[in-house]
């Protein structure tokens, strides 16, 4: 099976500071999807300029033709169903249907209590994804939703006319734990991981690998038990958290060995994030370029 390349477009410049040119040139370089990160700032960039998702992705679908485009991901932090479905769809049919939703959990941090709220236990983020993403899927599939749940409500919610795609645009469900992976199972058409961060710090890449391929083995199972094939998804990994850190960035050699190891555990897509001076995802930009250009020819 063919690998894809995508790319990962964080939402730090202004639009016509090199915001555009970025989304422009991720479609010259060939790549498969830009994605951006769905948060109301991140990490090392908490305190220096940050943009909105959904706006992003609405000016990246204005500025381009071909290129799909996505959240990596969108989680119940500070979006509720409702809302972001009615987002999604107009998103989905301002770019021609180009749009997939990458949604995961969510976790501690400046999203998780930004809004007032008491961070919630691994437990309850557990408990409102298991209840964010069927009302989701409803939401984008139905023209009329009602829902009374323990963490979300939706009283005749419409959605005419719903999704460019049908029935509705795709999901890239990020899950490692057992009851995300079910969600993955039953609503995904992909599986997004970033590998085992328990390895980050201390870990090797082989033992990053061998990890990953465990996820796998249970998504699998997960998959059976809904009576679903593991290969109808789509397996993105999103890379730069895995021990490898940047490494495979260094060449495009480095490139092409990294990504055959994970090509035959059995991803179908591998995203990079698009150079960024002095951050934890710098990287030659030549060297970027090259391997969006030449790599998928080398790896099939």
Known sequence: MSLRLSTV??????WNEGGRSAWTRAEQLGFHTAYTY????????????????????TAAAAATGRLRL???????????????????????????GRVTLGVGAGGAGFDATVLGQEPWTPRERADRFAEFV???????????VSHEGDFYSA????????????????????????RGLRLAARHGQAWVTTGDPKLFETGTPEQSVHAIRGQIEKLTDACAAQGRDVNELDKILLTGFTPDRGRPLESLDAF????????????????LHSPIPG????????????????????LG
């Open 256 to 271: 092409v060995d990294f990504a055959g190891r994970h090509q035959e555990l059995g991803f179908t897509e591998l995203v």
């Open 70 to 96: 996505g959240t990596l991901v969108t989680s119940p932090n500070f979006r509720h169903p409702v809302t972001l479905a009615k987002e999604l769809i107009s998103l989905d049919d301002i770019s021609g």
């Open 134 to 144: 069927p009302l989701l899927d409803r939401l984008l599939t139905e023209d009329s």
């Open 155 to 178: 009283h005749e919610a419409r959605n005419i006319p719903g999704c460019v795609q049908r029935p509705r645009l795709p999901f890239a469900v990020a899950a490692t734990g057992p």
């Open 279 to 298: 951050s934890d995802f710098a990287a030659d930009e030549k060297v970027f370029e090259q391997i969006a250009m030449e790599a998928p020819a080398q």
């Open 9 to 14: 477009i964080l939402p730090y410049r202004r």
């Open 38 to 57: 769905d948060h109301l700032s991140w990490r090392s960039f908490r305190d220096g300029p940050w943009f909105g998702a959904i706006p992003t992705l």
